[in-house]
């Protein structure tokens, strides 16, 4: 079973986490399964950027991005050659190092 690193930093995982991923399913599902709460407020519809995150580690082994993402990815903050929309990016076997941006362009969180 592939695993998700989090590199420490972000508000979310200061110390850092690392999970068992399940094979096909987005980054964010399998961040939100093992309730790492990244933002995602479109509802995982690919229509923001708040779930943004850059995959230091195993991001060849993701799918190429679509247009719309790539569209998308251009408006967040941050934006490294190896962003990606989490709601998008799906994992396969391998595993991933991921990093949460410090920021997000998202004005209003909810349930603050």
Known sequence: MPKIKMLPGHALCPQGAEIEAEEGKSI????LEHHIDIEHACEK???CTTCHVVVREGFNSLQPSTE???DLLDKA???EPQSRLSCQARVDSSDLVIEIPKYTINM???GH
């Not at 964010?28 to 961040?31: A, E, T």
């Open 77 to 79: 903050w941050g934006l």
């Open 45 to 47: 519809q690919a229509a």
């Open 28 to 31: 964010l599902d399998n961040l």
């Open 68 to 70: 719309e993402e790539d």
């Open 108 to 110: 209003v969180k909810e």
